[in-house]
Each structure stands twice: as C-alpha cells, then as structure tokens.
C-alpha cells in the first residue's frame, strides 16, 4: 500500500484541517451547526479520502478517493469565500484560507493527473516492423 504521510497533497491537507479548525473557533456560535460544521467537515474529508484512497489495493479506488478529496476541497474554498462574505473572517484570513485550499486543489488534481497519466498505455518502442 502506499504510505498518504509521503504525500504532498496529505501534507496540505492536513494543514488546511488544522487551520479550518484555527479559524472556525471565531465563528458565531448559532453557526455550529451549519457553516461551522459543513466547514469543517468538509476539510477533514479531504485528507481523510487520501488517507483511504492509499490504502486502496487499485488505482482506480485511489483515483476514486481523490476525487472526492478534490470535491472537498474546492468545497471547502467556497466555504472559507462564504464565510468572509458574511463577516465571520477577516480579508486577509479569507484570502489565505482559500487560496490554500485551491493550492491544495491543485496539488490534488496533480496527482490525479499524473497517476492517470502512468496507466496510460506506453507506446513500444520496440515495435514489430511490419511485415512486407
């Protein structure tokens, strides 16, 4: 299996969880139960499908978890806009916090991109010539 810790995109994931958590302490407390939680929720989702996704015997199960991560991770951005927007953060925290989960985003869709790219069938380069 492989190990998610080697992971850039794990990295990044667990950093945003930790600071989603760090910025919805402030949050009004009639939000608890809703962006407070979706919030966070959706950024725990995020590493915890790399996590699964790597203990996946196939790559396509892998490939399946991280783009769910990806979905929770362009999510959570929304979220992290929506919550400046209605003044729970302030612009520079806004800002921060979204743009690290659309650098995580990224690093995720990288990923998929390259594992997709080495299933991909290799062209020989040995080929058979033709016969005449």
């Known amino acids: 299996m492989r190990d998610h810790t080697k992971l850039r995109a ?3 994931a667990d ?11 402030s949050f ?29 015997a196939s790559e396509a199960e892998y490939l399946h978890f991280l783009n769910i991560a990806y979905g929770s991770a362009k ?4 979220q992290v806009s929506l919550a400046y927007r209605l003044n729970f ?10 743009n690290q989960a659309n650098m995580l985003a990224k690093t995720i869709n990288a990923l998929i991109t390259g594992i997709k790219r080495c299933q991909s069938p290799k062209p020989n380069a040995q080929s058979p010539k033709p016969k005449p």
């Open 28 to 56: 009004p407390v009639d939000e608890r139960y809703g962006l407070t939680s979706q919030l966070r929720r959706a950024a725990v989702s995020i590493a915890s499908n790399i996590v699964e996704g790597a203990s996946r």
């Open 75 to 78: 999510e959570s951005a929304y």
């Open 10 to 12: 794990f990295q990044l």
């Open 15 to 25: 950093d945003f969880a930790l600071a989603v958590y760090s910025i919805t302490k």
């Open 89 to 98: 953060i302030n612009a520079t925290t806004g800002k921060e916090t979204e």
